[in-house]
């Protein structure tokens, strides 16, 4: 595996790939990296004749009182997995080289990005979409592969690249998790031992509307309010969202509708966890 | 020439040329076609081995108070001067084909798009960039040429290539004028004869500021007020603004520097026009 840091690098280097005639597969990813990510480079590597991974912690996607000067990183770490698995380069751009001096450009997906995350996290989406479209640009990969536990960021990502019409597959691939179900996620490190042991109410209360819908119950507010007893009997839990949604638009549903998304947010102490199920009608 | 109005048929028929080796030369326009564009469309034939021309009147970057109804269209003109000067492609998609339903995405180079034209035209800076890298993404050119009449425009756009790591060449080509002066626009002719001839104060004033640089004067007050002069003198003319700025960063300037712009707006009845010229110190 070849790390390169320098835009013009890469971008040379994929040029030569892609005129011998190789398809290109690419995981942009901020590293510290778990089986969620690697499902992605796994994914990649069967579908593509080249594969290219980027780790780059995006200032611009974190807000001033958010986790970025802490956000874990293990470089040493990253690169033997990516290296063991057959990942062909390894994008590591500082920080200078994705925002040089004078860097005042940003890309947005008005309306998908206000509510939810976007709430939370004002800034967030504009962050994400601006950098993942610099790196799309400069990788120019076939298909980008990204997870569905970032629902929100997937379809905003969707969007953004069929509105702007770039040349490329987007494939959102299934959230791992552990065995008592939690999420995979770079942030779970933060938790401690009591803490994760409370996480597990996220997908607990996913599990239960899981449950609701099987049964047959369309209301929203119905399945909310149980969702929410689920935290209720969580003390280290504070919710922040659940959003019951159009997978694609993230509109609010009056009704479970064919393909509906259930997303939660919630801080465990100060550790702020994701989670989300699709559920999609059989008829 | 090939006329196409979808984006899946010029995709392919460019990706054609550019799978032969051809290169690829890009003009965006929004038609009704004078010398300035046919300057860049010429231009583009000698560069590039395939030349492909849009004609697209992008609703995005009217203001609502603006002249995009009435905005001048000749697509049989147009398309016989392109035809007969030798392009190979022209595109001209249609409303719903560049913004189809549940469009949302928008680009924004902040603080360059926000004075001068941005002032007066709120939104239409964004608007211009969205348009331009849904074209860059769709035609996928090695060189796009732009007219240098729309200087921030031109400012605007090659900032958001740097800044997006878009893989290409902008071309900024000098503007041209009629026999009086008076800079090609496709809006000269909203003008009475009346107002043709009072239209000459924009490029007056300029001629009144390179006049003065030439002798030495470097205060950008000092020459704002002769140029205001010219327009004082002419009154069919309402001034709106003159921007004396770095060419790149379109930042005022407080003494006249090695690469400076001057550049200005001003309505002719109702008809806005705007102008520049540059200034480029010879040490």
Redesign the interface.
């Known amino acids: 595996m070849k790390v390169i840091a320098k ?1 013009s690098e890469i ?1 040379a280097t994929i040029e030569e790939q892609k005129s011998s005639g190789k398809s290109v597969g690419f995981v942009p990813t901020m590293g510290f990296l778990h089986h969620g990510h690697l499902s992605l480079v796994k994914e990649s590597l069967i579908q593509s004749d080249c594969s290219v991974v980027s780790i780059f912690i995006n200032p611009a996607q974190f807000g001033p009182q958010e986790d970025f000067q802490k956000y874990p990183r293990d470089m040493g770490r990253d690169s033997a997995l990516l290296d063991e698995l057959g990942v062909d380069f390894l994008f590591v751009p500082d920080k200078n080289e994705m925002y040089p001096e ?11 990005q206000d509510d939810f995350e976007g709430r939370s996290r004002p800034g967030h989406f504009r962050g994400v ?2 950098v993942v ?2 790196l799309l ?2 990788v ?1 990969p076939d298909v980008a592969f990204f997870g569905q536990k970032d629902a929100q960021q997937a379809a905003v990502i969707k ?2 690249v069929r ?5 490329l597959d987007i494939q959102v691939l299934p959230i791992i998790r552990e065995k008592d179900g939690l999420a995979l996620s770079s942030r779970n490190i933060y938790l401690t031992p009591e803490q994760r042991k409370a996480a597990t109410c996220l997908i607990k209360s996913l599990r239960e509307a899981g449950r609701l819908i099987e049964n047959g119950e369309r209301d929203p507010g119905i399945i909310r309010n149980r969702m929410e007893r689920v935290f209720d009997s969580e003390p280290l839990a504070d919710l922040d969202y659940i959003a019951i949604v159009d997978l694609d ?1 993230f509109q609010p549903l009056a009704t479970i509708g064919s393909e509906t998304l259930i997303a939660i947010a919630a801080k465990i102490g100060t550790t702020r966890l994701i989670d989300n199920m699709i559920y999609r009608s059989k008829e």
């Open positions: 835009i971008r004078g860097f005042r450009t940003y890309v947005e997906v008005t309306g998908l979409c601006t479209l610099k640009e400069i120019k969007r953004m509105d702007l019409n770039l040349d638009n």
